[in-house]
C-alpha cells in the first residue's frame, strides 16, 4: 500500500488567491482527517468525514475553508481566498475505523506571500 | 470539551538515559491511547498504542502504561540513542471516535 498520499507537497502562492490541497487515503480506511501544523498553535483538525460524510467541521478556521470528499479514495482541502496566516502545514491523514490510529501523509507545505 | 494535556513541552535527555512523556485526559469513555512521533520535517508516526484494557504495553525500548482511573497515560523511552529526538504526541480516543491530540513534547538526546 502505497499509504496517504497528499498533493502537491509545496505550494507557494499569492495572498488572494485560491489553493486546493488534495488526498488520497489508504484503500478500505473509511475515515479521513484534515489538521494543520504550526509552531505556535501545533496540530489542529480542521475537519473529519467519516464514510465519505463530514462528521465535525468546527475546527474549520473560517468560511475561506471548505474541504469535500466526494467518494472514498479523494478529499480536497480548499482555501479561497488565502491569507499570509494560512501558511502551515497540511497533513491529511486516514485510519480504518472509529478509535484507530492514523496513518498521515507527508503533508503539503503552504506558504502564502 | 474533551482535552489532552501533555507534559514536559521540551525534554532534554542524555544518551543513554531514560525519558519519560506523560499525558493525561479528560473524557472517562476514552479507550484508546496512541504515541506518535515527529521526526523534523517529516509526518507524525504511530510507535505504540494501548486500549483502556490493559494497564501496559511494551515494544522493544519502548513502553506505555495507562491508569484510567487517575485518567492519564505516559510513554517510557529506555536507553535512549540520538536516533530518538523528535517531537513526540500523545492522543486519547474521543467521544466521536476521532483523536484528541496533545500538544507534543520536543525530546533531545544529548550525545
Known amino acids: 500500500d502505497a499509504g496517504v498520499i497528499q498533493s502537491p507537497r509545496h505550494e507557494v502562492t499569492e495572498m488572494g488567491q485560491e489553493v486546493t490541497l488534495r488526498c488520497k487515503p489508504i484503500?478500505?480506511?473509511?475515515?479521513l482527517f484534515w489538521y494543520r501544523q504550526t509552531m505556535m498553535r501545533g496540530l489542529e483538525l480542521l475537519i473529519y468525514f467519516n464514510n465519505n460524510v463530514p462528521i465535525d467541521d468546527s475546527g474549520m478556521p473560517e468560511d475561506r475553508f471548505s474541504a469535500k470528499m466526494p467518494n472514498a479514495s479523494f478529499s480536497t482541502l480548499k482555501i479561497q481566498p488565502s491569507e499570509p496566516r494560512d501558511s502551515a502545514v497540511y497533513f491529511c491523514a486516514s485510519s480504518r475505523a472509529r478509535n484507530y490510529g492514523y496513518t498521515f501523509g507527508s503533508g503539503t507545505r503552504l506558504t502564502v506571500v | 470539551g474533551e482535552n489532552v494535556e501533555q507534559h514536559p513541552s521540551t525534554l532534554s535527555v542524555q544518551e543513554g538515559d531514560s525519558a519519560v512523556i506523560k499525558c493525561t485526559y479528560s473524557?472517562?469513555?476514552?479507550?484508546?491511547f496512541p504515541w506518535y512521533k515527529q521526526e523534523l520535517g517529516k509526518r507524525p508516526q504511530l510507535i505504540i498504542d494501548?486500549?483502556?484494557?490493559?494497564g501496559e504495553k511494551k515494544d522493544q525500548r519502548i513502553a506505555v502504561t495507562l491508569n484510567k482511573t487517575a485518567k492519564h497515560f505516559s510513554l517510557h523511552i529506555t536507553e535512549t540513542q540520538p536516533e530518538d529526538s523528535a517531537v513526540y504526541f500523545c492522543?486519547?480516543?474521543?467521544?466521536?471516535?476521532?483523536?484528541?491530540f496533545g500538544k507534543g513534547t520536543k525530546l533531545s538526546v544529548k550525545p
Open positions: 492522543a486519547a480516543g474521543g467521544s466521536q471516535g476521532n483523536l484528541i
Open positions: 484503500s478500505g480506511h473509511n475515515s
Open positions: 494501548i486500549r483502556s484494557n490493559v
Open positions: 473524557d472517562s469513555a476514552s479507550n484508546y
